[in-house]
Protein backbone atom coordinates (compact mmCIF):
# COMPACT_ATOMS: atom_id res chain seq x y z
CA UNK A 1 0.00 0.00 0.00
CA UNK A 2 1.18 3.44 -0.82
CA UNK A 3 1.81 6.01 1.78
CA UNK A 4 -1.12 8.12 0.27
CA UNK A 5 -3.54 4.78 0.52
CA UNK A 6 -2.36 4.14 3.88
CA UNK A 7 -3.38 7.78 4.90
CA UNK A 8 -6.63 7.89 3.17
CA UNK A 9 -7.39 4.61 5.35
CA UNK A 10 -6.68 6.27 8.25
CA UNK A 11 -8.51 9.17 7.82
CA UNK A 12 -11.41 7.14 7.24
CA UNK A 13 -11.01 5.48 10.16
CA UNK A 14 -10.24 8.44 12.46
CA UNK A 15 -13.53 10.16 10.60
CA UNK A 16 -15.87 7.27 11.69
CA UNK A 17 -15.42 7.96 15.16
CA UNK A 18 -15.69 11.56 14.57
CA UNK A 19 -18.84 11.09 13.13
CA UNK A 20 -19.80 8.53 16.11
CA UNK A 21 -18.80 12.25 18.10
CA UNK A 22 -15.85 10.33 19.86
CA UNK A 23 -13.26 12.46 19.53
CA UNK A 24 -10.47 10.73 21.77
CA UNK A 25 -11.24 7.37 19.76
CA UNK A 26 -11.06 9.13 16.78
CA UNK A 27 -7.50 10.54 17.40
CA UNK A 28 -6.40 7.27 19.12
CA UNK A 29 -7.21 5.09 15.53
CA UNK A 30 -5.46 7.92 13.71
CA UNK A 31 -2.48 7.78 15.80
CA UNK A 32 -2.57 4.07 16.11
CA UNK A 33 -2.97 3.31 11.83
CA UNK A 34 -0.02 6.05 11.37
CA UNK A 35 2.10 3.63 13.25
CA UNK A 36 1.35 0.74 11.21
CA UNK A 37 3.08 1.90 7.78
CA UNK A 38 7.05 2.59 7.28
CA UNK A 39 6.47 5.90 5.70
CA UNK A 40 4.09 7.48 7.89
CA UNK A 41 5.16 5.78 11.47
CA UNK A 42 7.12 9.44 11.85
CA UNK A 43 4.16 11.17 11.87
CA UNK A 44 2.78 9.29 14.84
CA UNK A 45 4.25 11.75 17.37
CA UNK A 46 3.40 15.21 15.90
CA UNK A 47 -0.37 13.63 15.70
CA UNK A 48 -0.48 13.04 19.22
CA UNK A 49 0.98 16.50 20.22
CA UNK A 50 -0.98 18.63 17.46
CA UNK A 51 -4.22 16.34 17.43
CA UNK A 52 -4.76 16.91 21.86
CA UNK A 53 -5.34 20.18 21.03
CA UNK A 54 -8.28 19.24 18.26
CA UNK A 55 -10.61 16.98 20.41
CA UNK A 56 -12.56 20.07 21.89
CA UNK A 57 -15.06 20.03 18.97
CA UNK A 58 -16.48 17.29 16.25
CA UNK A 59 -15.70 20.37 13.18
CA UNK A 60 -11.69 21.00 14.79
CA UNK A 61 -11.22 17.45 14.57
CA UNK A 62 -12.41 16.89 11.28
CA UNK A 63 -10.45 19.81 10.15
CA UNK A 64 -7.01 18.20 11.71
CA UNK A 65 -7.80 14.81 10.22
CA UNK A 66 -8.80 15.96 6.87
CA UNK A 67 -5.60 18.66 6.81
CA UNK A 68 -3.42 15.94 7.61
CA UNK A 69 -0.27 15.02 5.44
Known amino acids: MTR ?3 LQ ?16 NALASMTSDLGKHPETRSSVQFCVMLGHM ?16
Open 54 to 69: ETESKERMKRFIEGFN
Open 9 to 24: WCKQRAMEYVEQGDMD
Open 4 to 6: SDH
